[in-house]
């Protein structure tokens, strides 16, 4: 008898309590039960936010990949919906990895790719197409695969569909691919009915000086996406992508994989006009990262999810609870001088108004955030001028157990030594010099994300704290002047 998979996934999440862990975050995207990597076909649909995600319901004992699904009003307050898409079709009986959603009249599709793993050890790869005009049931094409096997002069390593609407009309498709001789490279496609593609060809960066053409071996998850300048004036083609296999330079690019993305202008298969790759996060875990696509003429924000997590590192505390792995916030996306700036999308309104006292002049010394004491899960915000500083930082957790910022000059040094999570404990990040120094804090259970400089830099990383350990204290060397305090509580 074939196995009913989809009431499989439903038994397992049924039999498991990860939301009991004290470990499970309150705001951030988790997995039910098992494990959950990358975020997938991120849409808005009638004012409704919806996170599907790679999902492995029975990790660690077997690996198959659905789609899990969770839905929120304010990207805040997360529902989960168990099981969306199935890996139980010939074309992806060995997982249903990555794609996106683009909303189409009165449905939404997904792109997402058919992994199959051979008896030889190959593998093949199938990029097909479901269908939900609710959002409750998930129809795959009668006809898949849309997309059988990977163009010639190309590996099986061909995956991560991002599909949308050319608004010159017909549908465009950007791939990860991996080109015959090893190297990375992003495939297009061109659609006019979503069911037969042609190959339109690599992504060339034609102004780039050969910058790209041998950048790592595999390119994960790329995506073309339309962001606007911070004027609100001009819009720009940004290409984000995960290139596997670059090496740690100085500082930078110090995760397994590395995320990141180049500014451009798209002209056909170009991406003109393009400057350096800059990494999105700064943080040990962010990778995989997409937007949430929209209703067709839908204005709204461009906003970005990601997976706080890397290929290497399944091992942590939680896997004990049943489950691994949660999404970043979103992120709003705007460019300046060339560099995304991310605002991170938390409604505070979801928690309790912890707004401290402190405000005004600090003085040199340390100040516990009072309204903010002993929680596990919040959000801090305030404006500082450090001018007058010789330094500052942030303590969260306490002093036998927690995650530190400190910064001297535009040194930030990020340590996490102290905390139950066992890769890897500190990391230098130098700000920019030119910098605004809005600071905004996510400390959410064993997830920490900080945004400094107005967003410039984003650091995120799990941040598992000794249990019990929670709070925050604020720390200036010479006087620090604070204003625009707020804060909420989760927990
Ligand atoms: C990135 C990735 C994708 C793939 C998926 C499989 O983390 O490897 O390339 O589609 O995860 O779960």
Redesign the pocket.
């Known amino acids: 008898m074939t196995e009913d998979l989809r009431a499989l996934a439903q038994e397992a999440i049924a039999a498991w309590h990860a939301r009991e862990d004290p470990d499970y975050p309150k705001f951030h995207v988790a997995p039910p039960v098992g494990r959950l990597?990358?975020p997938n076909g991120l849409v808005v649909r009638d004012g409704v936010y919806h996170a599907f995600y790679?999902f492995s319901p029975f990790h660690p004992d077997r690996a198959l990949?659905y789609w899990g699904h969770a839905s929120s009003p304010d990207l805040t307050r997360w529902q989960d919906h168990g099981p969306a898409i199935v890996p139980d079709s010939w074309y992806d009986r060995s997982?249903a990895?990555?794609g996106n959603a683009l909303v189409s009249g009165d449905e939404v599709l997904f792109h997402y790719?058919g992994n199959v793993r051979r008896g030889d050890g190959g593998r093949e790869t199938y990029q097909c197409l479901v269908t939900s005009s609710d959002l409750a049931t998930f129809v795959k094409l009668a006809d898949n695969p849309v997309i059988s096997g990977q163009p010639e002069g190309y590996t099986a390593h061909f995956?991560?569909p991002q599909v949308w609407a050319d608004p010159d009309g017909g549908f465009r498709m950007c791939i990860?691919a991996q080109r015959a001789d090893e190297t990375g490279c992003a495939l297009l496609f061109r659609s006019d009915d979503l069911r037969s593609w042609r190959l339109e060809g690599e992504l060339r960066f034609p102004d780039a000086g050969g910058r790209f053409d041998a950048f790592g071996y595999m390119w994960?998850?790329p995506s073309l996406i339309r962001v606007p300048d911070v004027d609100g004036e001009r819009m720009h083609d940004v290409l984000v992508f995960?290139p596997q296999g670059i090496e740690p330079s100085g500082e930078g690019f110090e995760n397994i994989f590395a995320c990141g993305y180049v500014v451009g202008r798209l002209d056909g298969a170009d991406l003109r006009d393009t400057g350096d790759f800059f990494e999105l996060d700064r943080g040990f875990e962010f990778?995989?990262p997409q937007t949430f696509a929209r209703e067709p003429d839908a204005s709204g924000p461009v906003l970005l999810a990601a997976?706080l997590g890397t290929?290497s590192e399944d091992h942590q505390p939680s896997v004990d609870h049943g489950w691994v792995h949660t999404l970043s916030v979103a992120r709003e996306l705007r460019v300046r001088d060339g560099r995304l700036l991310q605002r991170p999308v938390v409604n505070l309104g979801a928690g309790r108004d912890a707004t401290p006292t402190v405000s005004g002049e600090l003085a040199d010394g340390e100040v516990a955030l009072d309204t903010l004491a002993g929680s596990r899960s919040f959000a801090l915000g305030f404006t500082l001028d450090p001018a007058a500083a010789d330094g500052w930082g942030l303590r969260i957790g306490t002093d036998a157990s927690h995650v530190d910022f400190a910064v001297t000059g535009n040194q930030l040094v990020v340590d996490r030594a102290t905390t139950r999570y066992p890769h890897g404990g500190r990391r230098t990040v130098t700000l920019p010099d030119d910098r605004r120094l809005r600071v905004e804090v996510f400390h959410d259970r064993s997830v920490t994300e900080v945004f400094l400089a107005e967003g410039a830099v984003s650091f995120s990383m799990r941040s598992y704290l000794a249990e019990g350990a929670g709070g925050v204290r604020l720390r200036a060397v010479g006087a620090v002047a604070l204003t625009d305090v707020s804060a909420a509580r989760f927990d």
């Open positions: 990597n990358d790679q990949v997982g990895y990555s790719t995956r991560d990860g994960e998850c995960c990778y995989a997976w290929a």
